[in-house]
């Protein structure tokens, strides 16, 4: 297996790729113009879909729409958290996995996630660690042994982390790489190229 870590300040929808993730507050997108860095035709569908009963955001409820003519992306899988003010660090790991989960059985090999801060800056470096270690365990699992397997994950982040992931780059390329090869890339600050 090879993993391909990409981290970007691009939203989600500037993004080409199998999948993207969104982890959603409950309720939270019925006042915020966008969700977890989608579009804003995407966020008006889940305000649609939240008015006619069908979906709010509670912890562990799991959305899967196409991505259509609104993203650049075939999936659009979202992980609603619950309340903002209730959730817990390992809960969002929770989500996390059980997304990373989803994504490994349906076949995606390319997908795009904005995890969202919790706490302040010092707090959300160790979690975003923390949660790129967990989010790549389920496709290590099922794949470690295959040479040819390639998984291309990117990690949509503020421009303040980027700086920060600099630092944390040789942790993480450490922490995989005696199981498996591993490229990491943090693209530059305000960078328009395609990743």
Known sequence: MQLDLRFTSRPLHAIWCEAVVGFVYKDSFLTEGHVAGVDQKTSAYLRYLNKKGFWDGAIGETL??????????????????????????????????AASRLLEAMGVQSFAVKIPLLGDMDRH??????????????????????????????????????????????????????????TLVVEPSGSGANI
């Open 64 to 97: 899967l729409i196409a991505g259509e003519e609104r993203l650049r992306a075939d999936k659009v899988l979202f992980k609603g958290l619950g309340p903002r003010d209730e959730l817990k660090p390992e809960e969002l790991i929770e989500q996390v996995v």
């Open 125 to 182: 470096v160790g979690q975003l660690e923390k949660t790129v270690k967990e989010m790549m365990g389920p496709f290590i699992q099922r794949h470690m042994p295959e040479e040819d397997y390639l998984l291309t994950a990117l990690f949509s982040v503020e421009t303040v982390m980027l700086e920060v992931l600099r630092e944390m780059e040789a942790k993480l390329k450490a922490y995989f790489e005696p199981t498996i090869y591993c």
